[in-house]
């Protein structure tokens, strides 16, 4: 009986993914016509239609459908195998790595400095990305790791959690709480609470600290990013919860920015979000990516003091 090749088994994932011939060949850097001849071929070989053209673009049939998990997981079995060739030649070499927008300035700097004196013979490759961009390209693994807060919650994933990072109220140095000890999430309700744009999970945070203290005066920013919502705070706008360790950079001295920690609740927990890395479980460099995690735990944990 033959069987698929790579080559139609690529076809076969990037035509799903893109749903068009077009944009598959461009991924694949090859012409339409010889993804449509590799897609055909494998449905010769599988004896089965995988894919239909309508009005609207190329649809997968049921039977394509449930036919993709398997050549995802051929083409990972295919590339982890060129991994773990590397990696038994060569030992592990490269650690791709990226962070939200929410921790990426604020932790990679300390677990860069913490990788290239423990690990001084691992290439790091950094970026940042949202969550759900992040989750994607583990899943595919287009990345190694990735920095994030939980629940990431993907099957296919292993999180470790690194740390605990909790919420400061974030106020202008001349606010009149700004020389208070601490603050009740009750005073959330006091102020116009600033929200980072939509699609970062810091928001949805804010939004449900702010469902617990019964306040319902949040105020949506638009497209601004962490520092900029901080400035807006310090122009006298509102306030903003603040991840403790973004406040070494954000509330240095000079900025104008102020912040105060949250009283404990009744049960003793306190705002806050937990800090995680996150990997493919399937991994061939699983152990190496968890003594890599240990010793970022121990960087995150040192610069939270």
Same mark, same amino acid.
């Given at each position: 009986m033959s069987r698929p090749t790579i080559a139609q088994l690529q076809a076969f994932v990037a035509v799903a993914d893109h749903g068009t011939y077009? *944009?598959? !060949?461009? *991924? $694949?850097?090859?012409?339409?016509?010889? +993804? =449509?001849?590799q897609v055909q071929s494998l449905e010769r070989t599988l004896r089965t239609t995988i894919f239909d053209r309508t009005s609207r673009g190329t649809k997968l049939t049921p039977e394509g459908f449930q036919l993709l998990p398997f050549a995802r997981a051929v083409l990972e !079995?295919? *590339? %982890? /195998?060129?991994?773990?060739?590397?990696? +038994?030649? =060569? &030992?592990?070499? #490269? /650690?791709?790595?990226? !962070?939200?927008p929410t921790m990426a300035p604020y932790l990679l700097p300390g677990i860069v400095r913490t990788m290239r004196t423990s690990f001084p013979t691992v290439q790091l490759s950094i970026g940042e990305a949202r969550t759900s961009h992040l989750v994607e390209k583990l899943v595919s693994n287009d990345l190694d790791m990735g920095l994030m807060a939980t629940p990431v919650g993907h099957p296919a994933l292993t999180e470790f959690v690194i740390a605990d990072d909790p919420f400061l109220l974030a106020v202008a140095s001349d606010h009149p709480m700004a020389s208070d000890s601490s603050v009740g999430v009750h005073t959330l309700k006091e102020a116009d609470v600033l929200l980072i744009e939509d699609g970062h999970c810091l928001r949805d945070q804010t939004v449900d600290v702010c469902a617990?203290? &019964?306040?319902? %005066? =949040? #105020?949506?920013?638009?497209?601004? &990013?962490?520092?900029? +919502?901080?400035?807006?705070?310090?122009?006298?706008? &509102?306030v903003a919860l603040l991840p403790r360790s973004a406040a070494t950079l954000e509330c240095r001295p000079g900025t104008g920015l102020h912040g105060i920690p949250f009283s404990p609740f009744a049960d003793g927990s306190i705002?806050?979000? =937990?800090?995680? $890395?996150?990997? #493919?479980?399937?991994?061939?460099?699983?152990? *190496? /990516?968890?003594?890599?995690?240990h010793a970022m735990k121990a960087a995150v944990t040192a610069s939270l003091g």
């Amino acid at each position: 009986m033959s069987r698929p090749t790579i080559a139609q088994l690529q076809a076969f994932v990037a035509v799903a993914d893109h749903g068009t011939y077009r *944009e598959a !060949a461009a *991924e $694949l850097h090859t012409s339409q016509p010889a +993804v =449509t001849q590799q897609v055909q071929s494998l449905e010769r070989t599988l004896r089965t239609t995988i894919f239909d053209r309508t009005s609207r673009g190329t649809k997968l049939t049921p039977e394509g459908f449930q036919l993709l998990p398997f050549a995802r997981a051929v083409l990972e !079995a295919v *590339e %982890n /195998l060129g991994y773990e060739a590397e990696r +038994v030649r =060569t &030992g592990f070499t #490269r /650690l791709r790595l990226s !962070a939200i927008p929410t921790m990426a300035p604020y932790l990679l700097p300390g677990i860069v400095r913490t990788m290239r004196t423990s690990f001084p013979t691992v290439q790091l490759s950094i970026g940042e990305a949202r969550t759900s961009h992040l989750v994607e390209k583990l899943v595919s693994n287009d990345l190694d790791m990735g920095l994030m807060a939980t629940p990431v919650g993907h099957p296919a994933l292993t999180e470790f959690v690194i740390a605990d990072d909790p919420f400061l109220l974030a106020v202008a140095s001349d606010h009149p709480m700004a020389s208070d000890s601490s603050v009740g999430v009750h005073t959330l309700k006091e102020a116009d609470v600033l929200l980072i744009e939509d699609g970062h999970c810091l928001r949805d945070q804010t939004v449900d600290v702010c469902a617990m203290a &019964g306040a319902s %005066n =949040t #105020r949506d920013v638009g497209s601004a &990013g962490l520092s900029t +919502v901080c400035q807006m705070v310090v122009g006298g706008q &509102g306030v903003a919860l603040l991840p403790r360790s973004a406040a070494t950079l954000e509330c240095r001295p000079g900025t104008g920015l102020h912040g105060i920690p949250f009283s404990p609740f009744a049960d003793g927990s306190i705002p806050k979000r =937990t800090i995680a $890395l996150a990997w #493919r479980t399937t991994s061939p460099h699983a152990d *190496e /990516l968890l003594e890599f995690a240990h010793a970022m735990k121990a960087a995150v944990t040192a610069s939270l003091g």
